[in-house]
């Protein structure tokens, strides 16, 4: 009888042993997350508060805990140099025990903080980075790209506007390594489908007077004018396009990087007609719709793309460790790309080998006046863009996509 009982016991002990609950590991007995943001500068608007409400809704809605353990969101300013986001995040790792950095926007403060992540083997989800060397030359399997990346806003919104008669393209650039690669790859699919580009002008970073390179690309006649860069400058482009006639004369702007708070900004009478792709709208269906108010409800504006994409990421991040029933970096890693990411931000998503959360893309076109029909009802919804066409196969030079 008491060898039995024995026996009972060893067995109960050896199945407790072996159950998730038990054997689940986080590690300092909590899951911290660091919103790694812009506070206060030209990106704040797109990120900032709004980036850090989103992850503490993801974490909040999770219920607060992760495989019992509590999760915990802290807030840094990197001011947008690299140098501040690279202090910050090895500071975080080293010394705060984060395990997991989220945002980070402007492609160089980005690439700073891949390069601590993959020194420190802790995982970083960037949401406004676009460089494509993020998952190409520089691939990481500590480092996935959310949201877009230049080569899917380009290309989607360069295809997909030639393929409605826009077969010719003047190229406003920024004159830095993000503008250059817009017009780059909207370049490329523009003359790849028997479309013409008949120039470029380059304005420096936020320059105050654009009214010169507006003219340039006004007297080009080409049928589109494409934006190849992002705020403080796409906002004035527009915003000056509008005081020199440029869509009452018949061409048409396409924004490659525009976001729903640029729109918002600049104002339905000026941006009216302008075309853009974009990873999320929250005014496209039930389930963008109800989480965009919950949203609303906080931050008193509608959230743009990459602020969704901290939320949905959050949320795979947590559903992965409660899978993995650990927050071992690479483990997780590897549960978020087993499963496909459907919520109410991606449609037909996937995490890919090489840690790019591809998904389709929409083409959309920002609507006159009288057809917005209440606050935030900004965008007719054009074309659906897969996201096998937008963001293209996996790029060679990253070592895991070889695998």
């Not at 080569?151 to 393209?169: F, M, P, Y």
């Not at 600049?266 to 792709?277: D, E, F, R, V, Y």
Request: charged residues 20%.
């Amino acid at each position: 009888m008491k060898a039995t009982r024995l026996a009972m016991f060893g067995t109960l002990a050896a199945a407790l042993l072996a159950s998730p609950t038990v054997s689940a590991q986080v590690s300092d007995d909590i899951v911290k997350i660091g919103v790694l943001t812009d506070m206060n500068g030209p990106a704040s608007t797109p990120t900032g508060q709004g980036s850090v409400t989103a992850a503490q809704m993801a974490v909040d809605d999770f219920g607060g805990k992760v495989l019992g353990k509590p999760i915990s969101v802290i807030v840094g300013d990197h001011q947008l140099k690299p140098d501040i986001g690279a202090t910050i995040a090895r500071r975080w790792y080293d010394v705060d025990q984060v395990d997991l950095i989220v945002d980070v926007p402007v492609s160089a403060v980005g690439l700073a903080v891949q390069n601590i992540a993959n020194e420190k083997k802790k995982l970083f989800i960037t949401h406004s980075t676009g460089a494509t060397d993020f998952h190409g030359k520089f691939c990481s399997p500590y480092a996935i790209q959310w949201v877009f990346d230049t080569r899917a806003l380009a290309v989607g919104t360069a295809q997909e506007v030639v393929k409605r008669g826009g077969d010719s393209w003047f190229f406003i650039t920024d004159d830095y390594a993000f503008g250059h690669s817009l017009e780059k790859d909207a370049s490329a699919i523009v003359t790849k489908n028997a479309g013409k580009v008949l120039g470029a002008v380059r304005p420096p970073f936020a320059t105050p007077d654009l009214s010169s390179f507006i003219l340039q690309a006004q007297a080009s006649k080409a049928k589109i004018i494409g934006i190849a860069g992002g705020p403080p400058n796409n906002t004035n482009e527009i915003k000056t396009a509008a005081e020199f006639g440029v869509f009452a004369g018949g061409q048409q702007m396409a924004a490659l990087l525009a976001l729903i708070t640029d729109i918002h900004s600049i104002g339905l009478s000026a941006a009216q007609g302008l075309l853009l792709t974009t990873s999320f709208y929250w005014d496209m269906d039930d389930k963008t719709r109800e989480w965009s108010k919950r949203y609303f409800a906080k931050m008193n504006r509608m959230p743009t793309m990459w602020q969704a994409g901290v939320y949905s990421s959050v949320t795979a991040y947590l559903n992965a460790i409660k899978d993995a029933g650990t927050d071992d970096p690479l483990k997780v890693a590897a549960k978020m790309r087993e499963k496909p990411v459907e919520d109410f931000f991606a449609r037909n998503g996937k995490l890919r080998e090489d840690n790019l959360m591809v998904h389709d893309l929409w083409l959309v076109q920002v609507k006159t006046p009288a057809e917005s029909k209440y606050p935030w009802d900004y965008y007719k919804i054009l074309a659906k863009i897969s996201g096998e066409d937008a963001f293209g196969p996996p790029d060679p030079a990253c070592a895991m996509a070889k695998k």
